[in-house]
């Protein structure tokens, strides 16, 4: 089972209110859920368009990473979600969020396993 020694926080997405005096939808900010985590960098082939880095622009750089999470979060996050490390860079959740089992064992989550990508200016 692997330890979660970093903290994140996740940044739940809430719909828009609804203001009846100008027909308009107010952005609601987002609800923020503190969490333990481990953030792994994603190698899930050798070709460098899928090894984790992707520059899709001069000096514009997305990121691919695995983020292991303490399990028991729910619901699991969605792909309007973020999570935000402890130096403020934000992780935008990429993909179906999922509880993994061990194989072997208890049948209850070991982790939850997210999808994440940061994207930058270099």
Known sequence: MPSFPEPWTLLRYNEPEYDESTNNRIPVAP?????????????????????????FQDWHVTSSYVLLLAPGLDPLPAERDSFRDEDGAIYQVVGKTRARRPVRGPRRAAYIAAIVRRSNDM
């Open 31 to 55: 609800t923020e859920v503190p969490w333990r985590g481990l953030l792994q960098q994603r190698q899930l082939s050798a070709s460098s368009v899928d090894a984790g880095n992707v520059e």
